[in-house]
């Protein structure tokens, strides 16, 4: 989602030898089937020991059945 995406490409920017760790969960519009997705990013700053040079790793994870889990039994609790 739109929001979500300025968020995520501010704390990647934001990567680097000052900030070395970002974490950020954010919402995508699915391709095929247009739903919305929750992905949780990891990335890493860090020098690689071979070259000198740096670089960014990271990661994406589809976390969206644990979000959806979440919210299932927050209502539940809500609607007791």
Known sequence: EDE???AL???MAALGPQNPRVSNQFRVRHAGDGSVR???SQGQ???DPTTGRDKA???FMDVTERVLTEDRAVHH???Q
């Open 38 to 40: 929750w992905i949780v």
């Open 45 to 47: 700053w860090m020098q």
């Open 57 to 59: 790793v990271g990661l």
């Open 9 to 11: 490409r501010a704390a």
């Open 77 to 79: 609790i809500e609607d």
């Open 4 to 6: 979500d995406r300025e």
